[in-house]
């Protein structure tokens, strides 16, 4: 079983840069990248050099199951969720989701480790509109999703700056 960030499967492909101040600021707080030890879900972020796109590797673990035997609808959906709002985030967005809508493509099977790709598509004043798609390891998409996302205010922007620093996270973890 893949129980840690930095088992070969996990691990980036060529020209892809980790993301290691975000992989290493998880806590167990944090549903989706918070856990260590593969029982629900292991997701290591990357950028692309030169790119404009977040990745990802994602392992679902025993503790993602839904169907019997494959990954839950609402662990799809809170990956793609954090991915979409990560990649704003690493674009200088400062943003949480107002939106989101998931297409559930394919079943995943429990142990399967797919691709991530998350990007922005458009950004309208305070309106950040991303996409994300889960690919696995035969090449078909699992899941798709699209999100509106909303660029806080700096009065909201301090005070997740303080529960951050309350929770023992490093509020500039994400910047």
Same mark, same amino acid.
């Given at each position: 079983m893949i129980?840690?960030?930095?088992?070969?499967? =996990? *691990? $980036?492909?060529?020209? !892809?840069? /980790? +993301? %290691?101040r975000?992989?290493?600021?998880r806590t167990a707080e944090s549903y989706v990248s918070g856990e260590s030890d593969g029982r629900r879900l292991l997701v290591r972020y990357f950028r692309p050099i030169g790119a404009e796109v977040l990745k990802a590797r994602v392992r679902f673990g025993p503790g993602s199951q839904g169907p019997p035997?494959?990954?839950? $609808?609402? *662990? =799809? &959906? #809170?990956?793609l969720?954090? &991915?979409? $709002?990560? /990649?704003? !985030? +690493? &674009?200088?967005?400062?943003?949480? *989701? #107002?939106?989101?809508?998931v297409d559930f493509l394919a079943l995943v099977p429990l142990g399967a480790v797919g691709t991530l790709d998350a990007r922005i598509e458009g950004v309208n004043?305070?309106?950040?509109?991303?996409? *994300?798609?889960?690919?696995?390891?035969?090449? /078909?998409?699992? &899941?798709?999703?699209?999100?509106?996302?909303? %660029?806080l205010r700096p009065e909201q922007l301090e005070r997740l700056a303080e529960l951050a620093t309350g929770a023992g996270m490093d509020p500039e973890a994400f910047g």
């Open positions: 129980d840690d960030l930095t088992h070969p499967d =996990l *691990a $980036g492909e060529a020209g !892809w840069e /980790s +993301i %290691e975000f992989n290493e600021a035997g494959h990954v839950h $609808g609402g *662990a =799809l &959906a #809170a990956l969720d954090e &991915a979409m $709002g990560f /990649s704003a !985030w +690493i &674009a200088g967005h400062r943003v949480v *989701a #107002a939106h989101i809508e004043g305070r309106k950040v509109h991303v996409r *994300a798609r889960l690919d696995l390891p035969d090449g /078909s998409v699992a &899941a798709r999703s699209t999100g509106l996302f909303l %660029e």
